[in-house]
């Protein structure tokens, strides 16, 4: 933070921020000159000649000469730049949501304008994928939101840009809601949101890592209790740019006036070589996805087939996920007439293939290794 940018930060403090900092840091109040001014010192022998002068009234002439003064005093005894100090005080009720984007093509503090504005969207995605799940956990959330989600969402600002890549700064005042509209009263619904968006960002980095490992959808399935949703994941994504080009960097700044108990990472980092896995997760969410290799077992419920035609189509009742699918599967004539055979009886049947799952329909793509199991009880075994 430079000179100018400290004179920013400074104008924006008011008595109020600064009498809260000195108080939580541990300054003492050693008294008022009349209704101008507070006088505080340090506790500590060593330090006790250090003295901050604090402005009670933004009417005063001098009042922003002074509060530089009293964090010049601050950022002495703390051994801190004046900048930070200056930042800390006037952010003192609120946490902060850093996002960052890390790529050369934005290492001198600019970015294509296209970016930028899809950028300080997504962003602001991230924090209503966060505020939403923070109320309740859901694969992919849609149509209208709580109340109470949206008068907090409603707090948040956009702060001052940074370099150092290209940052976007989330500004969250510390609120808290009634207790009927939110399950965690004991904390305000601010802390909840950081805390939540920490979780769930930890939690799909560990589901990227595993997916990479097993291939297996499961392990976004895994995550959705912590936060995870298609929502989070299409933030990640868009704030990587319109290229998909860029590492993603969130991290969590905690206001220092609200103590938490709870531990949280407040660092994150996705490469952008994750974007297709998130991707993925994103369409699994939506119930959009693709198991390769999959082996259907269940039972033929419809059969399709024109004289014309070299092959026929079955549907194939079975759980996929723990939701019952009807999949429809393309045969070869053997194949379709040995379906014929085992759905009066009721049969069970087994197929190999590519499972293509959609919000509307279910398909098995690349079928292969079609027969009849005309020994149910082995099939009550396998399921």
């Known amino acids: 933070m430079n000179s100018f940018d400290i004179n920013r930060v400074v104008t924006d403090i008011v008595p109020n921020q600064l009498e809260k900092y000195l108080i939580a840091t541990g300054w003492i109040d050693d008294g008022a000159i009349g209704d101008k001014a507070k006088i505080w010192h340090r506790p500590e022998e060593a330090y006790f000649d250090l003295e901050v002068v604090q402005p009670l009234s933004l009417d005063l002439r001098d009042y922003y000469l002074r509060v530089r003064e009293a964090i010049q005093v601050i950022s002495e005894f703390e051994e801190r730049s004046l900048g930070k100090v200056a930042e800390e005080v006037i952010n003192f009720d609120s946490d902060i949501i850093k996002v960052r984007v890390v790529s050369p093509d934005v290492e001198g503090g600019a970015i294509p304008i296209d970016d930028g504005v899809l950028l300080f969207e997504?962003?602001?995605?991230?924090?209503?994928?966060?505020?939403?799940?923070?109320?309740?956990?859901?694969?992919?959330?849609?149509?209208?939101?709580?109340?109470?989600?949206?008068?907090?969402?409603?707090?948040?600002?956009?702060?001052?840009?940074?370099?150092?890549?290209?940052?976007?700064?989330?500004?969250?005042?510390?609120?808290?809601?009634?207790?009927?509209?939110?399950?965690?009263?004991d904390r305000s619904i601010t802390r909840s949101v950081s805390n939540n968006l920490a979780t769930s960002l930890k939690a799909t980095i560990s589901a990227i890592n595993k997916y990479e490992k097993t291939k297996d959808l499961m392990a976004f399935e895994e995550v959705v209790s912590s936060g995870v949703s298609a929502n989070l994941c299409d933030a990640l994504i868009g704030i990587s740019g319109s290229r998909k080009n860029r590492d993603v960097e969130i991290s969590i700044e905690l206001a220092p006036s609200e103590k938490d108990s709870d531990e949280i990472n407040t660092s994150h980092r996705f490469s952008s070589v994750h974007i297709p896995v998130l991707e993925t997760a994103s369409k699994y969410y939506k119930g959009d996805y693709v198991i390769e290799n999959y082996e259907?077992?269940?039972?033929?419920?419809?059969?399709?087939?024109?004289?014309?035609?070299?092959?026929?189509?079955?549907?194939?009742?079975?759980?996929?996920?723990?939701?019952?699918?009807?999949?429809?599967?393309?045969?070869?004539?053997?194949?379709?007439?040995?379906?014929?055979?085992?759905?009066?009886?009721?049969?069970?049947?087994?197929?190999?293939?590519?499972?293509?799952?959609?919000?509307?329909?279910?398909?098995?793509?690349?079928?292969?290794?079609?027969?009849?199991?005309?020994?149910?009880?082995?099939?009550?075994?396998?399921?």
């Open 296 to 383: 259907v077992f269940g039972l033929v419920i419809r059969m399709d087939h024109e004289p014309s035609e070299d092959y026929g189509s079955v549907r194939v009742s079975s759980l996929v996920n723990g939701s019952e699918k009807s999949i429809s599967i393309k045969l070869g004539l053997d194949d379709y007439w040995e379906a014929v055979r085992a759905h009066k009886p009721k049969m069970p049947v087994t197929c190999q293939g590519d499972l293509h799952v959609t919000p509307r329909s279910t398909y098995l793509l690349n079928p292969q290794s079609f027969r009849v199991l005309d020994k149910p009880d082995l099939f009550d075994d396998e399921s």
């Open 122 to 185: 997504r962003a602001k995605d991230l924090l209503v994928s966060s505020t939403l799940s923070a109320f309740r956990k859901k694969k992919f959330f849609s149509g209208s939101w709580p109340a109470a989600a949206r008068d907090f969402l409603d707090t948040l600002r956009f702060g001052q840009t940074e370099r150092g890549s290209y940052v976007v700064n989330v500004i969250a005042p510390l609120i808290k809601v009634p207790h009927e509209s939110f399950p965690e009263a």
